[in-house]
C-alpha cells in the first residue's frame, strides 16, 4: 500500500481524500447520475466499488431493503474471487475470518455393508497449485461489507441508497441522459411513492426475477434439472469425523449430500439431495418442511448421527440452468449500429445450481469487467463502443460455467451404482479444478484482446486469460512480493516490460522501449491528460533478469520510476528483479529476450509483444483511446 505522496497521513491510509464528486456529495439520490446500479447484490456492489474509484463519475446503487444484507444465501469463494479482492484490499482480512477449505472428502456406500457410508477419497482442493489464493467460506453478507467498506473510503464518498425498488425504465435517445427510470419508495414516511432518476447508463444486478432485465426485453431460456435439494446453515452435534471438511457424500439409498463447513468454526452447510421432482411437483418440493431436510440428511449419513440444535438458514430449490443471449439492451439486428445503455448481470442474466459454488463468483466477475469499461467511458479515456464488449465477452463466459456446472450437479445426483466408474467423480473434481477456482475463462480476440501472434514469448501468461501472479524482489528494498498482487482496483492499465539481459542503462531494448513509452506520439502514455500524474491512466512496471542487488536502481529509466503527487516524489515501486530461488522468467515462461505484457484493468492479459514491437503497442491502443490530449513530453 502506497501513501504519504499527497503529505503526511496519521489516520487509516485506507481512506482516501475526497475528490470530485465526493466533495459535495448530496445525501438524497440525485435525479440525474451517470451510472444508476440496481441491487446491492455481489455483481451490483463490485460494480459500485470500481466506479467509486473514478472521482468525475457520478454513481449511485439503490436497492429495495432498508439496509444492509443480513443472512446471505451465497457463501463459497473461489481463489479468483480473493485475487479480486486483493484488488480491492480486502484479501487478507476477509481470509482471516472465513473458513480455508485445503481438501474435499469423498463418501460412499461401504461395499462390505451398502447401509453404511465409508470414506473412499481425501482430494487436495487444489492438486496442481493453480493459484496461491485461498479457497474460502464466508457469508455473502460480509463480502458486501468490505465492498461498501471499499467504496465508502473512496474519492467519491458512495454508499448505498437503500429503500427503492425498480419498476421500469424508458430510453430516450438524444438525451444527455438518455435512461428514464421510475422508483418507487419502499421504506419510511415515502413508501409507495414513486421516483424518476435519469442516467447515463443502467446496471441490472437485481437477480433471478430481474425487472431490469424485463425492461429491455430479455428472458432466461433454459430448463430445470427437475431434481431438488434441500439447503440449511445449521449448528449440530454429530459424530461424522469429516463435519469440518468439504465432503461429498453417496449413499446406497440415492440421496447425496454436499457439505460445506462455514466460518467460525462450528457452524456448517449441507445441501441435501431431496430426489426427483415430477411434472408438476415444484410446489409440493419447495413445501418441504426443515424438520423433512434433517431426516433426510440422518438417513444419508447412517450410521453415524446428526443431532442439529439450531439452523440459521434454510431453503429449497431445483436446479435450474438458464442464460439470456444477450446482457445488455442492444437488440441482434442493431448489433454495431449504437452502443448499449442499459446492462444485466449477476442472476439476472445466468442461473445455475449452488453447488459447484460459481453464482456469486461469477456474478462478481460481471461486474469487475463491466464498471472498469463504465469508467474510462464516462471519464472521456475510451470511445463508447468499448461497452459492446461486456455483454460478448461475459455472455461467452456464463454460457461456459452453465455446461461446467450442468455436468458436475448431474454427476453430484447420479446415484453410485449408476457410474461406470466407482472414482468417477473424484476424478472429475480433480480435472476441473481450474473451472471450480474460476480461472478457466479465456476471452476470445475482440477489440479488447489481441490475437496471441506472439505468445511464445510469454507461455505463462495466455492472452485472453487473467493474468497470474509470480514471485518477484522489489529492487529499492529487496522485499519478496508478487508481482500482480500490486495490481489495485483503481481502473488503470498495467504495462508489465520483462527485461532483456542487459542492465539497465545499457541501451538494450528495454531502454529503447521506455524511451518510446516517454517521448513518442504514438504512446500510449501520450494519451495521460497533462496535469495528471505520468502513471494516472498506465501502471508501467519492469522486471529485470539480474538478482536486485545487481539492478543500478539510479540507472533505471524514468517512466519506471515516475513522479507523483504534488511533491513530485519518485515511485521506487515499479522496479523488480527475478527471485532466483522462483524466477518469473522460468514459471511463467517468459523469453530471455524479453516481452512486453499488457494487463486490463479488471487483471485479464490483452497482448503479449516483443520489447521492440512499439508500432503494433501504439496500434492495439489507438482504437482503445479517445482523442489523445497534447503530448505530455
Known amino acids: 500500500m502506497q501513501f504519504h505522496h499527497h503529505g503526511y497521513v496519521s489516520g487509516d491510509p485506507r481512506v482516501q481524500p475526497a475528490a470530485g464528486v465526493g466533495l459535495d456529495r448530496p445525501d438524497d439520490l440525485p435525479d440525474e447520475v451517470d451510472v444508476l446500479i440496481v441491487g446491492t447484490g455481489p455483481a451490483g456492489m463490485i460494480t459500485a466499488a470500481q466506479l467509486s474509484r473514478f472521482p468525475g463519475v457520478v454513481t449511485r446503487i439503490v436497492d429495495r431493503r432498508d439496509g444492509r444484507l443480513a443472512i446471505g444465501q451465497a457463501d463459497g469463494i473461489q481463489a479468483r474471487s480473493v485475487e479480486t479482492f486483493q484488488a480491492f484490499g ?27 457410508i465409508t470414506r473412499t477419497a481425501l482430494t487436495p482442493d487444489d492438486p496442481s497449485g493453480i493459484s496461491e489464493f485461498p479457497h474460502l467460506i464466508v457469508n455473502q453478507a460480509r463480502v458486501l461489507d468490505y465492498f461498501a467498506e471499499f467504496m465508502a473510503n473512496s474519492p467519491t464518498r458512495m454508499r448505498p441508497d437503500y429503500g427503492y425498488e425498480f419498476s421500469d425504465l424508458q430510453v430516450h435517445d438524444g438525451r444527455e441522459h438518455p435512461v428514464e427510470v421510475t422508483l418507487v419508495h419502499t421504506a419510511g414516511e415515502r413508501a409507495g411513492r414513486t421516483r424518476t432518476v435519469r442516467a447515463k447508463y443502467v446496471v441490472g444486478a437485481d437477480g433471478a426475477r430481474s425487472k431490469v432485465r424485463a425492461s429491455i426485453g430479455c428472458t432466461l431460456a433454459g430448463a430445470a434439472a427437475n431434481h431438488a435439494w434441500g439447503v440449511m446453515d445449521a449448528l449440530a452435534v454429530t459424530d461424522f469425523p469429516d463435519i469440518r471438511r468439504k465432503c461429498a457424500i453417496q449413499s446406497a439409498t440415492g440421496g447425496s449430500i454436499l457439505l460445506i463447513p462455514r466460518e467460525g468454526g462450528h457452524l456448517f452447510r449441507m445441501y441435501v439431495d431431496l430426489g426427483e421432482v415430477p411434472e408438476g411437483g415444484s410446489s409440493a418440493v419447495r413445501s418441504t418442511t426443515i424438520e423433512q431436510i434433517i431426516a433426510t440428511a440422518q438417513e444419508i449419513l447412517h450410521p453415524y448421527t446428526l443431532d442439529v440444535r439450531d439452523v440459521a438458514w434454510h431453503s429449497v430449490y431445483e436446479v435450474g440452468h438458464r442464460l439470456t443471449d444477450r446482457f445488455d439492451d442492444v437488440l441482434p439486428e442493431e448489433a454495431g449500429s449504437r452502443s448499449p445503455r442499459v446492462f444485466i448481470m449477476g442472476d439476472a442474466c445466468h442461473t445455475h445450481s449452488a453447488k459447484a459454488g460459481q453464482g456469486m463468483n461469477v456474478s462478481m466477475q460481471d461486474g469487475f469487467n463491466l464498471a472498469w469499461k463504465l469508467g474510462h467511458v464516462l471519464e472521456g479515456r475510451s470511445p463508447e463502443n468499448l461497452l459492446s464488449t461486456y455483454s460478448a465477452e461475459r455472455q461467452v463466459a456464463a454460457q461456459a460455467l452453465i455446461d461446467f456446472d450442468r455436468e458436475w450437479s448431474t454427476l453430484m445426483a447420479k446415484k453410485p451404482e449408476e457410474m461406470a466408474d466407482p472414482g468417477e467423480l473424484e476424478r472429475y473434481y480433480v480435472r476441473t479444478a481450474e473451472n471450480l477456482a474460476g480461472l478457466a475463462v479465456q476471452y476470445a480476440p475482440s477489440q479488447l484482446v489481441a490475437e496471441p501472434v506472439h505468445q511464445q514469448l510469454a507461455a505463462g501468461f495466455p492472452v ?16 519478496p512480493v508478487h508481482l500482480g498482487h500490486h495490481a489495485t482496483a483503481d481502473g488503470r492499465w498495467r504495462i508489465y516490460v520483462f527485461a532483456d539481459a542487459a542492465r539497465p542503462g545499457e541501451g538494450s531494448a528495454t531502454d529503447r522501449l521506455a524511451q518510446w513509452l516517454t517521448d513518442a506520439a504514438g504512446s500510449p502514455l501520450a494519451a495521460t491528460p497533462p496535469d495528471a500524474d505520468l502513471d494516472a491512466w498506465f501502471d508501467v512496471k519492469v522486471v529485470y533478469q539480474q538478482a536486485h542487488p545487481e539492478v543500478d536502481i539510479t540507472a533505471v529509466p524514468e517512466v519506471f520510476k515516475p513522479r507523483t503527487g504534488p511533491f513530485g516524489l519518485i515511485d521506487y515501486e515499479k522496479v523488480y528483479a527475478a527471485d532466483p530461488a522462483s524466477d518469473v522468467f522460468e514459471l511463467r515462461g517468459v523469453d530471455r529476450g524479453g516481452a512486453v505484457v499488457v494487463v486490463r484493468p479488471d487483471q485479464y492479459v490483452a497482448n503479449v509483444l516483443p520489447l521492440d514491437a512499439h508500432a503494433e503497442l501504439a496500434a492495439y491502443f489507438a482504437p482503445l483511446l479517445r482523442l489523445p490530449v497534447t503530448h505530455r513530453g
Open 464 to 479: 485472453g486469460r487473467r493474468f497470474k501472479s509470480a514471485p518477484v524482489v522489489r529492487v529499492c528494498d529487496g522485499n
Open 90 to 116: 480486502f484479501a487478507g482480512r476477509i481470509t482471516a475470518e472465513a473458513y480455508r477449505i485445503t481438501e474435499t472428502a469423498f463418501w460412499k456406500p461401504d461395499p462390505a455393508d451398502p447401509a453404511r
